[in-house]
């Protein structure tokens, strides 16, 4: 019998409520403990943006990467469920930062982050900030701010800096903006964090049709990070959650499974 998915209120060290869900390893109810071997494995997975958990394109999502490992996901502040405002990928990394220390908490020996869009570079951004994972991978993550040379992009440029655009993400959406704009200095861009993680390992997914951010992102991000890295430019993929289906899942699975546990053989050959 499948063990009953609840959710929990998590508080980052801002203060802001953070809704997140945690899957158990399939199979395996929380009261049972952790199994051995591969189930002692955590993928954390951050959504995209204007995205949230509850979305059945993220949920089966999820439910597709609970067959590899425990997964926790939730919502971003400012979206779905959670408390605060979205600042597009800036104070982001400390709903990361609160999801992978309840994974710590759980008893998980393993934690990847898998970060979608938005997501993709908020992962890479708290891997260089704030670390505590043993592989990041990024799926359809920007590789420079403002960027604005697609029309997918022109408009979500609209929706967050004109006050009629957030009111559209805050009603239509569920998403709510900060009015307040990028903080000065601007946050640590997506490439410069990717140089900082090494070594972590690190995973670039990018699709050759994606019409927010065009292949260069993905490689500027893959240019940008030092080994153990690997870049995987898809042939017809477009973004994000939306053109992810259950193969992609499946083969990101198997990497997060493989790096980190390569990761975690070096640090303990580090440590003796």
Not at 62 to 88: K, M, P, Q, W, Y
Request: charged share 20%; hydrophobic share 40%.
């Amino acid at each position: 019998m499948n063990p009953v998915v609840m959710t929990v209120m998590l508080v980052t060290q801002d203060g802001v409520p953070i809704d997140a869900v945690h899957l158990p390893p399939e199979g395996r109810p929380e009261s049972d403990g952790l199994a051995s071997g591969r189930r002692d494995l955590a993928l954390v997975i951050a959504h995209g943006f204007t995205m949230t958990w509850q979305r059945p394109m993220v949920w089966n999502l999820v439910r597709r990467f609970n067959l590899h490992a425990g997964v926790i996901t939730f919502d971003f502040r400012g979206h779905g469920r959670s408390g605060g405002l979205s600042t597009l990928g800036d104070k982001e990394i400390d709903d990361v930062d609160v999801a992978v220390r309840y994974a710590h908490e759980l008893g998980y020996q393993r934690v990847v982050t898998i970060g979608f869009s938005m997501g993709g570079s908020v992962v890479l951004r708290h891997a260089a900030l704030r670390g505590g994972v043993d592989s990041v991978i990024s799926v359809s993550g920007p590789g420079r701010w403002y960027y604005r040379g697609t029309m997918a992009m022109r408009r979500v440029h609209l929706a967050a800096e004109r006050r009629l655009g957030r009111a559209f993400t805050k009603y239509v959406l569920n998403t709510r903006i900060s009015p307040d704009g990028w903080p000065t200095p601007d946050p640590m861009p997506p490439a410069e964090a990717a140089a900082r993680i090494s070594p972590t390992p690190v995973l670039i997914v990018h699709g050759d049709q994606d019409i927010y951010f065009p292949p260069d992102h993905g490689q500027q991000l893959y240019d940008a990070a030092r080994e153990p890295k690997e870049l995987w430019l898809l042939p017809g993929f477009g973004h994000a959650e939306r053109h992810t289906d259950d193969a992609l899942v499946d083969r990101i699975s198997a990497w997060a499974e493989q790096a980190s546990a390569a990761a975690t053989r070096a640090e303990e050959q580090t440590a003796s």
